[in-house]
């Protein structure tokens, strides 16, 4: 029985665009360009410009990582997003399916080789799903006009923020919503989440949950992923930074502050020699933040004074969108393989990029920072 479900599940997989995943994808990656029999089976419309790829760098020891930095970070334009309607699609979570052809799944993807199966295996979850969705196909339209604004992973900070808002700006400036197009969430917006949205005049717009049960929407906006998971666009982080300020009344200053943000109070990548870290920095002028503990609006006024910015790894350093080509001193375990999220982005923004590599502790990838090194690149920003 498993083994026949398998089977079947495996075929639905064939003929879907994209693959399901709330985290991992499963164990092959299928670009959503060569799932398509043809461009004319959609009407295509490519949005934004082109964006930034920066290729991810897995150093041999710090020591050398800016030299292969210097030798193999080569920037690439790489073909623009796009969107398409679908009529009548049936829609539960991110999941979308094409009326036109019911074992069609639409979810959210990445190319090939851009991430790699950790063993955790989604495909029951998308036959359960599949159904529901096959069963909204056959209800009365719930919503006429729909986009699914919330994106993969978008509880993060971060990919709220490079996912789900900045493709929605870019949308916009191309002028591909209606004023009745109904926002989807697979969840619940939390608190910074709708401060967020507030900020782009959300706030009151009309919205519904998808995560409840399947809904059928007459006319559903389906955008296609970012192609690689460090691209950023440099149009959409500008227009989207030109709107926050406006919608705060901020206009572009001369930054001169400089900050440590601390991760103290997280779970995981901790600095163990803190209370060093934080002297050393004292002595070069910074100032000692907690992001988490300041409302939205704070932090986009901080980092938009901010020159440079030295932080261990995490979700609250999207906040240098608001800089003006800081230098950023990144701090992160050694085992990283993330390395390339900050670095496309403060690429994208026209800052400088320095990484200092360190070597995790245990389990949560609590590290100790090397303070010379430390020194050493103040010196240089």
């Known amino acids: 029985m498993i083994r026949k479900t398998f089977k079947a599940l495996k075929k639905i997989q064939k003929n879907a665009i994209g693959q399901f995943a709330d985290g991992w994808m ?40 800016l030299k292969q930095l210097k030798l193999h970070y080569n920037p690439q334009v790489i073909p623009r997003p796009y969107y398409f309607h679908l009529n009548n699609a049936g829609v539960f979570n991110r999941q979308i399916v094409d009326p036109e052809n019911s074992k069609r799944v639409i979810l959210e993807s990445f190319p090939e080789g851009s991430m790699q199966d950790e063993g955790r295996n989604f495909q029951p979850e998308l036959s359960i799903r599949r159904k529901a969705l096959k069963h909204a196909i056959r209800r009365n339209t719930d919503v006429d006009e729909g986009y699914v604004f919330s994106g993969l992973w978008w509880k993060n900070y971060y990919h709220f923020l490079v996912d789900s808002c900045l493709r929605f700006v870019d949308l916009q400036e191309q002028g591909a919503f209606r004023n009745n197009t109904t926002l989807l969430f697979h969840s619940q917006p939390n608190k910074w989440q709708q401060s967020y949205l507030d900020l782009l005049g959300l706030g009151d717009h009309e919205s519904v949950l998808t995560d409840q049960q399947p809904l059928k929407v007459g006319k559903l906006l389906v955008a296609s992923p970012r192609r690689h998971r460090f691209v950023v666009s440099i149009d959409a982080a500008t227009q989207f930074r030109h709107r926050m300020f406006d919608r705060l009344g901020m206009a572009d200053a001369e930054p001169t502050r400089k900050i440590f943000v601390s991760r103290r109070g997280a ?21 000692i933040l907690k992001s988490e503990k300041l409302s939205v609006e704070d932090q986009i006024k901080l980092f938009a004074q901010a020159k440079t910015i030295v932080a261990p790894h995490g979700a609250g350093l999207a906040n240098m969108i608001y800089s003006q080509k800081p230098s950023i001193i990144e701090l992160f375990p050694a085992d990283r393989w993330n390395i ?12 400088t990029h320095i990484p200092i590599i360190c070597a995790p502790e245990n389990d949560a990838d609590d590290f100790n920072v090397d303070i010379e090194m430390l020194r050493s690149a103040l010196k240089i920003t």
């Open 26 to 65: 499963l164990d092959q990656q299928v670009p959503l360009q060569s799932v398509f029999r043809s461009r004319f089976d959609y009407e295509i419309h490519d949005f934004g410009k082109h964006e930034i790829y920066a290729p991810e760098l897995k150093p041999d020891n710090p020591a050398n990582y």
């Open 267 to 287: 779970k995981v990548r901790r600095i163990l020699n803190e209370e060093e870290v934080e002297s050393c920095l004292i002595e070069h002028g910074f100032e």
């Open 340 to 351: 390339g999220y900050f670095l496309a982005l403060t690429n994208s923004i026209g800052g």
